[in-house]
């Protein structure tokens, strides 16, 4: 198997290394890893790809590029360029500092790296691990992420239904905020909506007399509602979440059809 991973953290940062860690398992002995990241930190930029711009890209040793760009960018950079002879099986993206439940998988570039994997048509899965007081003063925060993510991975392979669908599945895992040793297991979940938590902003005044907004989250401790993936995070279970990029609601068109 070939798999291409990035992320949204940066090529240098510590969840990247675990999930080269994953992939290498995933993959097998005979699989192949390649890693096309952004080369600096791209957080919070969701599904954003560098129209306007073009995107350098640099070799950094043996199957590792780093590419000044979003995570979207660095799949469309993995798919058509650096891998263009022979496209990979497997996207893989994270593993993001911090959660992407809930809300937060709207602002994610973790999870757009993954959407633009599925829109390419390759099978894709976005990993996050939650922080909390469970593990964020552990010597390694991401050692759930670490021990369960191949074995998530191939579940999720094993398993998932086919593509008959025009938008393809792509899939939101999230570690919760334990140790390993805490972890109660997985739940398929739906994606869940903190309740009257927001991004806000934050001035500052510069020395020079600017003012700057600085952007900040909302509580990450709120429960959602039972069977959602915060839910599931913050009562010790990984949460997976089947998604696609079709962002119609469908629920509503019928009580539309008044207006045509």
Excluded at 114 to 141: T, W
Aim: proline share 7%.
């Amino acid at each position: 198997m070939r798999i291409l991973i990035t992320n949204d953290d940066g090529i240098n940062a510590p969840g990247l290394a675990v999930l080269s860690e994953i992939a290498a398992r995933v993959a097998g002995p005979d699989g192949e890893v390649w890693t096309v990241a952004p080369a600096f930190e791209q957080s919070g930029v969701a599904h954003c790809i560098s129209y306007t711009h073009p995107t350098m890209i640099a070799k950094m040793s043996e199957r590792r590029f780093a590419a000044e760009g979003s995570p979207a960018d660095c799949v469309l950079a993995g798919v058509h360029h650096v891998m263009k002879d022979n496209r990979p099986d497997l996207i893989l993206s994270g593993v993001n500092r911090g959660n992407n439940s809930a809300e937060n998988a709207l602002y994610s570039g973790t999870l757009g790296a993954a959407m633009e994997g599925a829109l390419q048509g390759i099978p894709s899965m976005a990993l996050s691990q939650y922080y909390g007081p469970g593990n964020a003063n552990a010597e390694n925060p991401f050692e759930g992420a670490a021990r369960y993510g191949a074995e998530v991975v191939q579940k999720i392979l094993a398993a998932a239904p086919a593509n008959t669908d025009a938008y393809h599945l792509f899939y939101n895992i999230n570690f919760p905020p334990v140790t390993a040793d805490a972890v109660k297991g997985t739940r398929v979940a739906v994606q869940g909506r903190r309740p009257n938590t927001y991004f806000t902003v934050e001035p500052q005044l510069s020395p020079t007399g600017r003012n700057f907004l600085w952007a900040r989250g909302g509580d990450q401790k709120i429960d959602t509602s039972p069977g959602s993936d915060a839910g599931a995070n913050l009562d010790g279970y990984i949460s997976v979440t089947p998604m696609r990029a079709d962002l119609t609601a469908h629920d509503t068109l019928e009580a539309l059809k008044s207006i045509e």
